[in-house]
């Protein structure tokens, strides 16, 4: 039983990469939100605008095959799929003091993005493979970043997804193609990033790690925006390479537990 989840993910990456990070959602009371708490709390991820409730923490259902993990199913989020995330605004201050927030599809949280945008902090989603583009291009006029797992669309349909999301008002769009590598679109350029190739032991976490890996060396340089093509490249590297990390590791980052 490994502790995990896109969002979650990205605030132990950014951990590991140097970052102050918090994690900010609900847990339910049984021993896998335990488990995963502590963990968190552990690694310094701040917890303390989060709540606990009873029932059962959200998990998928995995198996790993020659590496590669895959996924059978999920609790639809356990306590999350019927509670509502309004309470982060109660200390609108405290989310306004980070530089970046990241959500992503299975956060359940499409309704409550405009009010979080309206704070003025960048955002950036990951959509995963799991979208519809319709409703995802709606979101976009809201999102600084926005990043699609895109293995089994072609470069073609992959690069008019990117355009359409941009025209759409995301300030930067990444699509993670698999072997491809990565593509990448601010409105002028096009960057191509190609993977960094190691034997996986697990690939669980592996697009988060490029997606944390990518946003940490890209905010350095500045607030998110259509930043030029030579500032895209050395992020789009350092989030292939972290990526290829990720996927030597078992579960997302370790800290498994046996049930």
């Known amino acids: 039983m490994y502790p995990g989840g896109n969002a979650l993910n990205f605030a132990v990456y950014a951990r590991q990469l140097g970052h102050d990070a918090a994690y900010l959602g609900l847990f339910g009371d049984d021993a896998a ?29 995995l198996t790993v095959v020659q590496g590669d993990r895959v996924f059978l199913g999920s609790n639809r989020g356990g306590v999350r799929e019927n509670a509502s995330l ?20 299975y956060s359940y949280i499409d309704a409550i993005l405009p009010r979080l945008a309206g704070l003025g ?33 072609s470069e073609q349909a992959t690069r008019a997804l990117l355009e359409a999301a941009v025209a759409a008002g995301c300030g930067i769009a990444v699509a993670t193609r698999g072997a491809a590598g990565a593509l990448a679109f601010d409105g002028t350029h096009w960057l191509t990033q190609l993977p960094h190739l190691v034997t996986p032991i697990d690939t669980l976490g592996a697009g988060d ?16 925006d259509r930043a030029s093509g030579a500032a895209l490249a050395p992020a789009l590297e350092a989030g292939a390479r972290f990526a290829a990390s990720a996927c030597l590791v078992r579960g997302a980052f370790g800290e498994g537990l046996a049930y």
């Open 121 to 153: 902090t960048p955002l950036s989603y990951d959509f995963s493979d799991d979208f519809e583009e319709g409703a995802a291009l709606e979101l976009c006029w809201y999102l600084a970043f926005a990043f699609f797992s895109c293995a089994e669309r």
């Open 209 to 224: 790690a490029f997606i944390t890996a990518f946003l940490a060396h890209h905010c350095l340089a500045g607030q998110p």
């Open 33 to 61: 939100g335990r488990h995963v708490q502590s963990v968190a709390a552990r690694r310094g991820i701040d917890l303390s605008h989060c709540r606990e409730l009873a029932g059962p923490n959200g998990h998928a259902e």
């Open 86 to 105: 309004d309470f982060i605004f109660d200390d609108t201050a405290y989310l306004a003091g980070f530089d970046l927030i990241h959500t992503s599809l």
